[in-house]
């Protein structure tokens, strides 16, 4: 027992694994498994996520290394690692009835969700290139699966093998940027790679530098920032709405995480290098986030768009590469995944007698037929364009903010423009909803999805009100990096 | 020593052999069996080197799963190999540029700095701390499940959705799927196995389907 107990800050992940593997054995060897109906593995998931997430926040977040610095527990890495359960548990409760009705449900599915979510707290932990490359691989693999579940349709094969054919693309260049960084610095440690960065002059790190750019190329495939978005359209339009919905949410946060913390723990040194790079990939991803979404039809697809046009946003508080930017990147991230998950739980609830529908035209009048879905789903949107005095607001706030401070004001600049250019298509569902005449309608909002569609709503409203114990929380888990990166450097 | 140099070089010159033969070959089966020559002599290349361990993965892995693997998809996919080859000619031109470009970077680069610089010199490199008597399968497994145990557990989940992924995107439960009954099989006498037909002079009897499964 006693050699058990320095595993305990990864409690959690293993708790989640196991879990994971006795719903597989359950789904092995109950009889009475069929497409869509079984022995409630979806519910027995969330338990397994509330579990993991409640054993998070009995740890107290102090700093500390296992397996020779390749898993890191901090503050930082406790914010994302609730965000990325609430993220999942929330997906999952709201589509556990779409995923039964279309015949998706299986103890599979929750199966490789779980491992995903392992996947992501692994990355999100990782403290040398080999972690990230296995936590990585671990939940880009369970997710090409999951695009791909729905084999009715055509087109759910289609967006997992786009998924799978990219994301192992970049994976291939992620790894050719690691073993270029391991060569230049002799280390696969981020801290012992920063060292080592730190003390070659400038004209000699050109090798370590050309391993992070094919480095950072991966991880940006998998934020989805332009121009290593294309998949993220066609990924979905195709996969189911529920795949979807925990695809928008919670992988993005865990890269996001991953890309923080390599960067500020593994290459504080060449900085100056690395911002350019994130700047140009904020850049692009906000301005074509704006104007890809205007012509969208699919609301799957514009719902892509606008995650690119975010993606844009939060890059910002990482280019900055300060303490305010980090907290402004976290609150923007958590703040982004609550008002996808309330967007999405209405897409899961646009449905006719004919089954689920996906046309933005679809939505007309829907404030005459359904007027508390049509009022979630506006302040969704007008929160996401950035309008105050809702969530969305503060969460552009808080990055252009940061920006400022540090001199950023190019940055800043194109980021209030292109929120301008993205509140055109934002509102312009909101009028539809409003002011056209209702074409089709939905059948009534089943109410596992009604609940989080109102708290994801209530957030929005409400983050006025109170929003320290968020920021705060941001504050403490960036300020668990910035120290450990100072402490590194000296 | 001039043992080892022999099948260095007898080892070197199969393996550059049978790799030209993988790209020559007019029978794809012919060319996927010449791959795994120059895998074995590779995995010999290896042996020479001290490194059995590669070796044996070379061949457990490479020509184990992965060539058998290519074996399987030569021959059960129709791919017409002619057509394939046909713009051979036309673009060789292209490829003995790149070759030829590479080749040469290749030799400037060992010239200019001969083959002795590498990780030795940078300041980080890692340092073999292995004993003398260790083999190096002995060594791997010594740091695999002490010092990489994480790594080792985290791919064996990979693994694990890998497996479970290939299973749930192939596996159909169709109705009118004939399975292998075994306990079925054994239980089978002469009189449920064997039925005696009375053949008409002149005609002929298609026999009862039943009890085939």
């Known amino acids: ?490 | 020593m001039a043992l080892t140099a022999g099948f260095f070089y007898l080892f070197a010159a199969l393996a550059v052999a049978s790799a030209a033969m993988v790209i020559m070959a007019k029978n794809p089966v012919h060319a996927v069996l010449f791959l795994i020559l120059t895998f074995f002599n590779a995995a010999g290349l290896f042996v020479l080197l001290g490194a059995e361990f590669l070796a044996m993965l070379l061949v457990i892995v490479y020509v184990g799963a992965v060539a058998v693997l290519f074996l399987f998809v030569v021959m059960m996919l129709d791919v017409d190999f002619a057509e394939l080859r046909a713009g051979f000619v036309k673009n060789a031109p292209v490829g003995l540029i790149v070759g030829g470009v590479v080749l040469f970077e290749l030799i400037a680069l060992f010239v200019s700095r001969g083959f002795g610089v590498g990780l030795a010199q940078n300041p980080g490199a890692p340092v073999a701390q292995m004993g003398r008597e260790a083999s190096n399968t002995q060594a791997l497994g010594l740091v695999l499940y002490t010092k990489y145990v994480f790594f080792f557990e985290v791919a064996g989940l990979v693994l694990l959705v890998a497996m479970v992924g290939a299973i749930v995107l192939t596996l159909q439960h169709k109705a009118n799927v004939r399975r292998q009954s075994i306990a079925k099989q054994v239980a089978r006498t002469p009189a449920t196995g064997v039925e005696v037909v009375k053949v008409p002079s002149g005609g002929s009897v298609i026999p009862a389907a039943e009890g085939r499964s």
């Open chain 1, 1 to 490: 027992m006693q050699a058990f107990v320095g595993y305990a800050p990864m409690l959690p992940e293993i708790v989640i694994a196991i879990g994971a593997m006795a719903i597989l054995m359950l789904g092995v060897f109950r009889k009475d498994v069929t497409p869509g109906e079984d022995f409630g593995s979806g519910w027995l998931t969330v338990m397994v996520l509330i579990i993991g997430g409640a054993l998070i926040l009995n740890g107290d977040g102090a700093r500390e290394a296992l397996f020779d610095g390749a898993f890191i527990s901090d503050a930082f890495s406790r914010f994302s690692k609730l965000l990325i359960l609430g993220a999942a548990a929330l997906v999952l409760v709201m589509s556990l009835d779409t995923l039964s009705r279309e015949k998706l449900l299986s103890p599979e599915i929750c199966v490789l969700m779980l491992l995903a979510v392992v996947g992501m707290m692994l990355m999100v932990s990782a403290g040398n290139l080999i972690a990230l490359f296995l936590g990585l691989e671990l939940q880009s693999l369970a997710l090409y699966v999951i695009a791909a579940i729905d084999r009715s349709k055509v087109r759910s094969s289609e967006a997992g093998l786009k998924y799978f054919v990219l994301g192992s693309l970049s994976s291939g260049m992620l790894l050719y940027g690691a073993s270029l960084i391991y060569g230049f610095t002799g280390s696969i440690d981020f801290s012992v790679i920063a060292t080592v960065a730190q003390g070659q002059p400038a004209t000699q790190n050109i090798g370590l530098i050309v391993g992070l750019v094919f480095l950072m190329v991966g991880l940006a495939f998998k934020i989805s920032a332009v121009p290593f978005h294309m998949w993220t359209p066609d990924v979905y339009e195709g996969a189911p709405t529920p795949v979807t919905a925990f695809f928008a949410a919670a992988p993005k946060l865990a890269a996001f995480s991953l890309l923080v913390r390599t960067l500020l723990m593994g290459f504080p040194g060449i900085a100056t290098q690395w911002q350019q790079i994130i700047v140009f990939l904020s850049i692009a991803s906000m301005v074509l986030g704006a104007f890809a979404a205007i012509g969208q039809k699919n609301i799957k697809r514009l719902m892509a768009y606008s995650s690119i046009g975010h993606v844009g946003y939060a890059l910002i508080g990482l280019a900055t590469n300060s303490e305010a930017g980090t907290q402004a990147l976290l609150v923007y991230l958590a703040i982004y995944i609550v008002m996808t998950i309330g967007a999405f739980a209405c897409i899961l609830s646009m449905r006719t007698a004919d089954g689920p529908v996906e046309d933005i035209d679809s939505l007309s009048g829907l404030a005459n037929k359904n007027l508390g879905m049509a009022f979630v789903l506006a302040m969704i949107f007008f929160s996401m364009a950035g309008i105050p005095p809702l969530a969305g607001f503060f969460a552009k706030l808080y990055v252009f903010g940061a920006a400022m401070k540090s001199g950023l004001y190019t940055l800043a600049i194109i980021g209030v423009l292109s929120s301008v250019v993205g509140a055109y298509y934002y509102l312009r569902v909101v009028k539809v909803m409003f002011f056209d005449e209702s074409k089709v309608t939905f059948l009534p909002v089943v109410r596992s999805t009604g609940v989080v569609m109102t708290l994801a709503g209530a957030f929005v409203l409400l983050f006025v009100v109170i929003p320290s114990p968020l920021v705060d929380a941001a504050l403490e888990a960036a300020r668990s990096l910035h120290v450990a990166t100072a402490a590194a450097a000296r």
